[in-house]
């Protein structure tokens, strides 16, 4: 069974710049997947992020990038603020049904 | 501007059956592949499936813990997506939302806010 790995939780102070990862349980994420990553604030629906690796979608600030890191999928945010505080899910698209499976997500602490 | 608006959501008991629809507006419904993706009470995110436009051959992929229960279908000449939910458990109790899926880059892309399902006996 295919599980998309993230890092429960991971903290960053104001300012600081921090990267989240995406892996798999067996082999490495690279851009065939086409991973990306979507940012859930408590009560709210998600919104996207970054596609195709590194693709910011539209209105996303620059602070946002996407890489790969060695055999993970990467969400870096540079300058972090109070308001990156929540949840980020990761996607990577798996298999000949092109089936979709979300990370277990990342809560963010900007403290 | 593109708005995706659930409905149809409750509370069933398990077994019962329920019907969400996503109506949309601001895009052209037919070019669009469409996704359900549930989230329950403090859980994270998880695909439960798609429907690709009849262009694609409207073909329609379901993830393992729904298959055979639920059925997603889509009526272009309203712009809307349903997803059937045939004996629904309590574990099926989730927010649930409908998302386009741009499938020329792999992403979901604009989000509904969701409808609740609450199965419990």
């Known amino acids: 069974q295919t599980v998309v790995t993230q890092e429960p939780s991971f903290s960053v102070s104001p300012g600081g710049t921090v990267t989240l990862t995406c892996g798999l349980n067996?082999?490495?994420?690279?851009?065939?997947?086409?991973p990306s990553w979507y940012q859930q604030t408590p009560g709210q629906a998600p919104r996207t992020l970054i596609y195709?690796?590194?693709r910011r979608s539209s209105g996303v600030p620059d602070r946002f990038s996407g890489s790969i890191l060695g055999n993970k999928a990467a969400l870096t945010i540079t300058g972090a603020q109070a308001d990156d505080e929540c949840d980020y899910y990761c996607v990577l698209y798996m298999g000949r049904d092109i089936e979709v499976v979300f990370g277990g997500g990342t809560k963010l602490t900007v403290l | 501007e593109v708005q995706l608006v659930e409905s149809g959501g409750g509370l069933v008991k398990p077994g019962e059956s329920l019907r969400l629809s996503c109506a949309t507006s601001g895009l052209t419904f037919s070019n669009v592949w469409m996704s359900w993706v549930r989230q329950a009470p403090g859980k994270g995110l998880e695909w439960i499936g798609r429907?690709?436009?009849?262009?694609?051959?409207?073909?329609?992929d379901y993830a393992a813990p729904v298959k055979g229960r639920f059925t997603i279908s889509r009526d272009d000449s309203k712009s809307t997506v349903y997803v059937q939910m045939n004996s629904l458990r309590t574990e099926d109790t989730a927010d649930y939302y409908c998302?386009?899926?741009?499938?020329?880059?792999?992403?979901?892309?604009?989000w509904g806010r969701g409808t609740t399902v609450t199965v419990s006996s």
């Open positions: 429907i690709k436009t009849k262009i694609d051959g409207a073909t329609i």
């Open positions: 998302v386009t899926e741009i499938h020329y880059h792999y992403y979901m892309d604009v």
């Open positions: 195709n690796t590194n």
């Open positions: 067996y082999g490495s994420v690279s851009s065939d997947y086409y």
